[in-house]
């Protein structure tokens, strides 16, 4: 049964039979504790609750849930989770007991969990019913732009969300981002029931909340093995250990992220240049930092010459294969694109990304042990597949 959700009513579009306000009347914003009760009271009293996040990744070295955005029978709630002496503990106990429509979830879900534990009850993910769809474009942006007409002002998506005061233009923004999700929710849903995918969707969901709540993956020492770092030997290998742990040492110090104090491109330029024997200095000629990060020049020389001086059998050894998953033999390479053509062809029929249905690694391990379907894949991605020659139970 669909779940229609209730608006007011100017000024409205009507799509698809949902009564559509294209902006929220306003919202209450919550930055101190006797200001929480109206957002507990709404919760206890409704099943479904839209939400979203706003977080910090883009301005410090270690992210920051900044604010939670809530839309609970019509009304926007906007809670400050960086104000001081804000306790949330009741919040997080009534909202684990709730549906939530979200977009885009899987950060979110991590984040939430990190922050304090937090696991959804159920979820309906608008950006994964979007690619079940196989929609183009599946970022809320284009969706709501596409549907509803509704422009979100890209200054937004980069905005420093731990800056305090929020300013109005940012918190309206957060306000719009949950706004329209339960109506593109229903117009998603929609679509499902009609392709007869809704089971497909409800899997994923559940999925991704698996998924979440095991957070983010923790540091390993083998982090600085960046991009194409695989082609470097010797002193390239030495020499991006040394800046990228020197990349670390300073975004974390001066609290901003990594990224800011130089690119991935750059700390490989730097690695291939000392591993065909550049100096020191001509490397060093071609580095520039930007006017915030130039003062950092004279460590990142210290480290270089640190990692030129370094013998690259002193280095964390990359781990090894594991026993356990050898190489595919020659029979099974040829399954694996037997596989894979099989199911491209699905993915063409049902106009989805063929990788939905299952992603290289899946495929590789297919064709390993064609009898592990169940166990590699969702069901209904197994039962797609298993109807592929190649992986019927006649094969």
Not at 272 to 295: F, M, Q, Y
Not at 336 to 354: F, G
Request: aromatic letters at 6%; a negative charge.
């Amino acid at each position: 049964m669909l779940m229609i959700s209730r608006f007011l009513p100017h000024p409205v579009r009507r799509l698809l039979g949902v009564n559509v306000a294209l902006r929220p009347p306003g919202f209450l914003l919550i930055d101190q504790q006797e200001l929480l009760a109206p957002l507990l009271k709404a919760l206890e009293q409704v099943d479904e609750v839209s939400l979203d996040t706003e977080a910090d990744n883009m301005y410090h070295y270690k992210v920051r849930v900044c604010l939670l955005q809530f839309l609970v029978d019509g009304e926007v709630f906007l809670v400050d989770v960086l104000a001081p002496g804000l306790r949330l503990e009741d919040l997080w106990r009534i909202l684990a007991k709730k549906h939530l429509v979200m977009h885009g979830s899987d950060f979110d879900v991590r984040l939430l969990h990190d922050l304090c534990g937090f696991r959804p009850h159920s979820l309906f993910d608008t950006m994964l019913a979007a690619q079940l769809l196989g929609r183009q474009r599946i970022g809320l942006a284009a969706l709501l732009e596409e549907h509803f007409g509704v422009e979100l002002d890209k200054d937004g998506q980069k905005a420093n969300w731990s800056r305090r005061p929020l300013t109005p233009k940012l918190l309206d923004y957060a306000a719009l981002d949950v706004w329209h999700l339960p109506s593109l929710r229903d117009l998603l849903m929609r679509e499902l029931v009609r392709l007869d995918r809704i089971e497909w969707l409800d899997q994923q969901c559940r999925a991704q909340i698996e998924a979440g709540t095991e957070g983010f993956a923790p540091a390993t020492e083998h982090d600085w093995r960046i991009g194409k770092s695989e082609r470097l030997r010797g002193l390239g290998l030495t020499v991006l250990h040394a800046i990228w742990h020197w990349r670390e040492l300073h975004a974390e110090r001066i609290d901003t992220p990594p990224f800011k104090v130089c690119g991935n491109s750059l700390l490989l330029q730097i690695s291939e240049a000392a591993e065909v024997g550049d100096s020191e200095a001509s490397i060093l000629e071609r580095v520039h930092l930007g006017k915030r990060h130039d003062r950092l020049i004279g460590s990142l020389a210290a480290a270089l010459r640190a990692g030129l001086a370094r013998d690259p059998l002193t280095l964390p050894r990359r781990p090894g294969r594991d026993p356990s998953r050898p190489s595919l033999t020659q029979s099974e390479v040829a399954l694996l694109d037997k596989i894979k053509e099989e199911r491209d062809q699905i993915a063409v029929k049902l106009e989805i990304e063929p990788t939905l249905i299952a992603n290289r690694a899946q495929l590789a391990q297919l064709a390993r042990s064609p009898r592990a379907l169940d166990e590699l894949l969702l069901p209904w991605q197994a039962d797609l597949l298993r109807a592929a020659p190649s992986l019927s139970p006649a094969a």
